[in-house]
């Protein structure tokens, strides 16, 4: 979860975040990507190799080298057992090790954000119509005592929910993904409603 927010709203990320460590500059920058974001996706709980990832991002095999690379030199992607192929070749998958999950991204620079909500963009437009489950767009007037309880509280349920999920692997169920942003408007945002 990533929150645009100010000084003070770091440290009350840091604390809600509980055990979430902070990513080193290497780690930011290979999430700050909505194809590397969406080689995550894919790999969650599919071993997929470079051709396999490039068939379902449509782009190119060397493409899908290059970012995969990116990501397993992070450590958000590892080698999975070589295989054999259809046609016989050998083949090196990746699956991701869930290390995005357990990182906190700061909120200091916007493009990790930027690059999620493209990520899931890109998601929706493949995902065609009938594929949202639930969508909502809001404003509210929290004071930081509030703002913490909410961010507390969203995050123990998505922990809940993705440690629930990742112990059942329910893979005959509907995989759902989501991307929820909290962010600070700006003042030209509450000028035009005035």
């Given at each position: 979860?990533?929150?645009?927010?100010?000084?003070?709203?770091?440290?009350?990320?840091?604390?809600?975040?509980?055990?979430?460590?902070?990513?080193?500059?290497?780690?930011?920058?290979?999430?700050?990507?909505?194809?590397?974001?969406?080689?995550?996706r894919l790999c969650l709980h599919d071993a997929l190799?470079?051709?396999?990832?490039?068939?379902?991002?449509?782009?190119?095999?060397?493409?899908?080298?290059?970012?995969?690379?990116?990501?397993?030199?992070?450590?958000?992607?590892?080698?999975?057992?070589?295989?054999?192929?259809?046609?016989?070749?050998?083949?090196?998958?990746?699956?991701?090790?869930?290390?995005?999950?357990?990182?906190?991204?700061?909120t200091e620079d916007p493009e990790p954000t930027l690059?999620?909500?493209?990520?899931?963009?890109?998601?929706?437009?493949?995902?065609?119509?009938?594929?949202?489950?639930?969508?909502?767009?809001?404003?509210?007037?929290?004071?930081?005592?509030?703002?913490?309880?909410?961010?507390?509280?969203?995050?123990?349920?998505?922990?809940?929910?993705?440690?629930?999920?990742?112990?059942?692997?329910?893979?005959?169920?509907?995989?759902?993904?989501?991307?929820?942003?909290?962010?600070?408007?700006?003042?030209?945002?509450?000028?035009?409603?005035?």
């Amino acid at each position: 979860m990533i929150v645009q927010a100010t000084a003070r709203d770091r440290a009350t990320v840091q604390e809600v975040t509980g055990d979430r460590t902070p990513a080193a500059a290497a780690q930011a920058k290979a999430l700050a990507s909505p194809i590397r974001l969406r080689i995550l996706r894919l790999c969650l709980h599919d071993a997929l190799t470079n051709q396999q990832l490039a068939d379902r991002l449509g782009c190119d095999p060397s493409t899908a080298h290059y970012h995969a690379r990116i990501l397993l030199d992070a450590g958000f992607l590892e080698r999975t057992e070589p295989r054999r192929g259809p046609n016989g070749a050998l083949e090196k998958p990746h699956r991701s090790t869930g290390l995005s999950w357990t990182l906190d991204l700061g909120t200091e620079d916007p493009e990790p954000t930027l690059a999620m909500v493209d990520a899931v963009r890109a998601e929706l437009a493949d995902s065609g119509p009938g594929s949202v489950a639930s969508s909502s767009r809001f404003v509210l007037h929290l004071d930081d005592a509030r703002l913490d309880e909410l961010l507390r509280r969203i995050q123990e349920i998505l922990d809940e929910y993705t440690a629930t999920d990742n112990a059942r692997r329910a893979e005959d169920q509907p995989r759902l993904g989501g991307l929820l942003v909290l962010h600070r408007l700006t003042d030209a945002d509450r000028a035009e409603r005035t």
